[in-house]
């Protein structure tokens, strides 16, 4: 069973919809008349309703089959594409205003040829003038400063600890994401590869895919980015 369709019925509780990063996205469709949106890699698809909910043509796509049918059932089965986000252009049969890919999930992708190939596509689903924004974490701070976790998260009305433990193979040039999920039906123990994108290579790849007038910030409150920022976050224009 894969990390994602292990934790899919926890995920809600693990990771609920941040106010802020809606706050984020509502200000940017608001500014550009933003009217279609799509979601990639959208998990139990918290955003895609939110977005729904707030007048905005929104879908998504997520690889993850659990995560698929808990985003259908907060949505609609026609708004969810079961899929790799590298596939996005082919398998949607339209272009988006604006596409977000948030939680991190940018870096799942092995190596910057891939991660350079999923913003290409992003160009490709984007009407002229549309927006990306991408959320990782700083991988200039954890690996600037050595660090081994992110800090537990830890939810006691849902009877749950989610530990989160970061381990460098520089061989590789790859993080080992292991993590531990503590709840009432048991211990949970899994670990995936991630690729650890520095801010750097992030806005380079941006370019090489096309996109233009980047912004980075170190939160969704649009805190200016700096290396020891929590978060790496990006918004670009085609």
């Given amino acids: 069973m894969g990390f994602y369709q292990q934790i899919s019925k926890y995920y809600d509780d693990i990771f609920p919809l941040s106010p802020a990063a809606l706050a984020f996205f509502l200000k940017r469709f608001s500014e550009n008349n933003v009217k279609s949106v799509l979601d990639a890699a959208c998990g139990s698809g918290n955003y895609v309703k939110a977005f729904l909910d707030n007048g905005y043509d929104a879908y998504g796509i997520d690889l993850d089959p659990a995560m698929v049918n808990i ?3 907060k949505t609609s089965h026609s708004r969810i594409l079961h899929g790799d986000m590298l596939q996005a252009a082919e398998l949607f049969n339209q272009t988006f205003d604006f596409a977000l890919c948030i939680g991190n999930s940018l870096v799942h992708l092995q190596d910057e040829s891939t991660i350079l ?51 460098y193979d520089e061989k590789r040039g790859i993080i080992h994401f292991n993590t531990v999920l503590r709840v009432q039906e048991g211990v949970f123990e899994n670990s995936i590869p991630l690729y ?11 370019v ?7 912004k980075l910030y170190g939160d969704f409150k649009e805190s200016q980015w700096s290396p020891s920022s929590y978060a790496t976050i990006a918004a670009a224009t085609v």
Avoid at 125 to 149: E, H, T, V
Wanted: glycine share 10%; charged share 20%.
């Fill in 196 to 206: 650890p994108l520095k801010a750097s290579a992030l806005l380079s790849l941006l």
């Fill in 208 to 214: 090489n895919a096309g996109f233009k007038n980047t």
């Fill in 71 to 73: 985003a259908r059932s």
């Fill in 117 to 167: 190939k999923a913003l290409q596509g992003f160009h490709k689903l984007l009407n002229p003038g549309g927006m990306l924004a991408l959320q990782i974490i700083n991988y200039d701070r954890i690996l600037g400063q050595g660090l081994d976790s992110l800090p537990t998260i830890e939810n006691p009305e849902a009877g749950l600890v989610f530990e989160r433990k970061y381990r």
